[in-house]
């Protein structure tokens, strides 16, 4: 079976273009989670959706995020402006109804905004 | 509210040793708590998880922890080192009573070093 799919890998984007991540969750999964990593403050989840609706956008960091799930296989996380300190390792995650299920989570999309 | 700690953000053992990342956590209703490892340039894998039952969670490559109520510890474990353990682990704390959708907080990880 795929994994979680999330394109582009690799992002270089100038400052205040927009930029669009993509991910492809695990067919099946109810939930799925989008996640920031950086060195300064680690792994932070932005928001969550079940069954394609935004449950918790708490951890969006201001309205420059925004996030959509059109439909069960397909979910984008947009900035707009960018910013320099966007630039981070973006993961996206996926997982069945239980809460006690296991996040699958995808190899990422390295953001850099120059 | 629910947060995880990690003490030591760089562990380093020799091949063939005892490997013992530590965690803590703090959380107000019983936890759902877990191990992922992390890869260069990959994402979380899921090494272990515990839930409820038995508080020794025997997970991939070797690893266990042990969930210690008493002490708010769930640290990983490894009787032997491999090269190929070198990686960054994370604990995870989740909130048990939540009904659904997992909302993990992350400690800030902690990177092995394997040396021969």
């Known amino acids: 079976d795929a994994g979680v799919i999330q394109s582009p890998r690799h992002e270089v984007t100038e400052m205040g273009q927009e930029v669009t991540l993509r991910c492809k969750p695990i067919s099946g999964h109810d939930y799925l989670f989008w996640y920031r990593q950086t060195m300064m403050r680690g792994l932070e989840l932005l928001i969550y959706f079940n069954n394609n609706v935004p449950i918790d956008d708490s ?4 309205d420059r995020f925004s996030a959509k799930m059109p439909n069960a296989s397909f979910s984008t ?13 973006y993961f996206c995650a996926s997982m069945r109804a239980s809460s006690t299920d296991t996040q699958y989570f995808g190899p990422g999309t390295r953001l850099t905004v120059l | 509210a629910q947060s995880v ?17 530590r ?10 708590l877990f191990w992922y490892v992390q890869y260069p340039n990959q994402g979380l894998q899921l090494l272990l998880k515990y839930t409820t039952g038995a508080t020794l969670v025997k997970g991939i490559n070797g690893f266990e922890a042990e969930f210690k109520k008493s002490e708010t510890s769930f640290h990983l474990t490894k009787p032997s080192a491999h090269m190929s353990d070198a ?3 994370f604990c995870a704390v989740s909130d048990s009573y939540t009904g659904g959708g997992n909302k993990l907080t992350f400690g800030t990880g902690t990177q092995l070093k394997v040396e021969l």
């Open chain 1, 59 to 62: 951890g969006m960091p201001e």
């Open chain 1, 77 to 89: 996380l947009k900035i707009q402006p960018s910013e320099p300190r966007d630039s981070a390792v």
């Open chain 2, 5 to 21: 700690t990690q003490l030591g953000s760089h562990v380093s053992v020799s091949e063939g040793a005892l490997v013992l990342l």
């Open chain 2, 23 to 32: 965690c803590n956590y703090s959380s107000s209703v019983p936890p759902y």
């Open chain 2, 87 to 89: 990686a960054e682990y």
